[in-house]
């Protein structure tokens, strides 16, 4: 009985031992790789920007297989804060405390940054609307699309922590005589946060005058904003994009820029990756770089 409970006890110590060496061999989790879906305006900024040592953009190359592809900004922050070896890519401005940003190439997502050209990467938010319609946008949305051209939206956009694109901007005045109607707002979830700011600073400034004026909001991604924008009947669609928009949609868009962001690299706040390349970023999103590890090893 004594020996056989000697071998018990030599059994267990072997198998604790390998499931240690196991542990210290092979047991780190793979990363997490979170991607917007297709569609989105960030994944297209995202993907142009992202390049091999030779230069092949990810775009070119190919999201890898596995990825989890997310709909929505708010979701791939979530996932990544809950996620020990995630990471992700989100606007700058909807960054909370729950995830890490790294350094892209040594250099901080700040506005600053982006404006020097120093971080590099940087998309721009658009505004659009139906190049078919014209003129006649309804006066509801003719009055709204001013003040986003005005040095009070960029205000706004300075305050919220994203880079101003003062080329063109007058001072909005609110109309003498009331308007009224309906604005319709689709496209980017990296731009909403943003517009709800601009529309608080709209409705008061504008003040009396603009009470009659319902702005309605259905943010689904950057090619939403598009298909809303070229489908565009009835004058009062304003569409929202985080990319620049594509030589192919030129000639049924009328757009302009509202402001710079940065594309945040997120990772949760476990992770001790502080800096990462866009290498290293294409690497990663391509499945050629699997464990967190092989960065520091590189």
């Known amino acids: 009985m004594k020996t056989s409970k000697k071998v018990i006890f030599v059994m267990i110590a072997l198998v604790i031992a390998l499931t240690a060496v196991l542990a210290a061999c092979g047991g780190e989790k793979d990363i997490a790789v979170i991607a917007r879906t297709s569609g989105s305006g960030t994944r297209d900024a995202f993907e142009s920007i992202v390049k091999s040592e030779d230069g092949t953009a990810l775009k070119d190359a190919g999201l890898m297989k596995g990825a989890l592809e997310q709909d929505k900004t708010s979701t791939v922050i979530s996932l990544v804060s809950s996620t020990e070896t995630g990471i992700g890519y989100v606007s700058l401005g909807s960054v909370d405390d729950s995830v890490k940003v790294l350094k892209v190439e040594g250099v901080e997502a700040t506005a600053e940054n982006v404006l020097s050209g ?16 014209g003129e006649n946008l309804t006066a509801a949305t003719k009055d709204f699309l001013a003040f986003l051209r005005s040095t009070q939206a960029q205000d706004v956009v300075k305050e ?12 909005y005045t609110a109309p003498a005589s009331a308007v009224s109607g309906t604005v319709s707002i689709s496209g980017s979830t990296s731009v909403d946060p943003l517009m709800d700011k601009l529309i608080g600073k709209y409705k008061e400034i504008g003040g009396a005058s603009v009470a009659g004026v319902e702005i309605s909001k259905n943010c689904q991604g950057t090619s939403h904003g598009i298909s809303a924008v070229k489908a565009d009947k009835t004058g009062n669609v304003i569409g929202l ?23 945040a690299v997120i990772v949760n706040p476990e992770n001790a990756l502080e800096d ?8 990663i999103y391509t499945g050629k770089t699997v464990k967190f590890s092989a960065l520091s090893a590189a």
């Open 276 to 283: 990462i390349t866009i290498a290293q970023l294409f690497d």
């Open 241 to 263: 994009g985080s990319s620049a928009v594509k030589e192919a949609d030129e000639a049924e868009i009328a757009h302009f820029e509202i402001a710079l962001d940065a594309i």
């Open 160 to 171: 919220e922590g994203y880079v101003r694109q003062d080329e063109g901007a007058t001072e």
């Open 118 to 133: 120093d971080y590099k990467m940087q998309r721009p938010f658009v505004i659009m609307t139906s190049k078919a319609m």
